[in-house]
C-alpha cells in the first residue's frame, strides 16, 4: 500500500502562486508515476498533470501548460508549482500514484489517493 499526504493548498488571489506537495510513503518501489488532479464543486475530478518515476518525464492538461510545473525530489515528494492562478483553478488538489505503464490522462489509471487540499483562488 501507498499513503500520500497532499499540503500546501490555501486562499491565493488571481495571479498568485501557490505550490503544493504530496509526500508518498509504505511501498514507494512500486510506483510507477505520480499525477495531480483536481475536483471543483459540482464537477468531475480531471487531470492536472503527472510525472513519470523514472525518467521525470511530465504531463500537463492544456488548461494548465506554462503556468504550473511538476517535479518530484528524492524522498518520494512531488510537487505543484502553480503560477499565474485563476478563479477557475479553484477545487480540491489530489495526488495519486500509478503503479503500471498506459495513459497518464485518467483517474482510472491511478491507484492510491490522497485525501486533498483545497486551493481557493479569489478574482
Known amino acids: 500500500q501507498v499513503q500520500l499526504v497532499e499540503s500546501g493548498g490555501g486562499l491565493v488571489q488571481a495571479g498568485g502562486s501557490l505550490r503544493l506537495s504530496c509526500a508518498a510513503s509504505?511501498?514507494?518501489?512500486?510506483?510507477?508515476?505520480m499525477g495531480w488532479f483536481r475536483q471543483a464543486p459540482g464537477k468531475e475530478r480531471e487531470f492536472v498533470a503527472a510525472?513519470?518515476?523514472?525518467?521525470?518525464?511530465t504531463f500537463y492538461a492544456d488548461s494548465v501548460k506554462g503556468r504550473f510545473t511538476i517535479s518530484r525530489d528524492n524522498k518520494n515528494t512531488v510537487y505543484l508549482q502553480m503560477n499565474s492562478l485563476k478563479p477557475e483553478d479553484t477545487a480540491v488538489y489530489y495526488c495519486?500514484?500509478?503503479?503500471?505503464?498506459?495513459?497518464?490522462?485518467?483517474?482510472?489509471?491511478?491507484?492510491?489517493w490522497g485525501q486533498g487540499t483545497q486551493v481557493t483562488v479569489s478574482s
Open positions: 510525472i513519470s518515476w523514472s525518467n521525470g518525464n
Open positions: 509504505g511501498r514507494t518501489f512500486s510506483i510507477y508515476a
Open positions: 495519486a500514484d500509478k503503479d503500471y505503464s498506459g495513459s497518464y490522462y485518467f483517474t482510472k489509471e491511478y491507484h492510491y
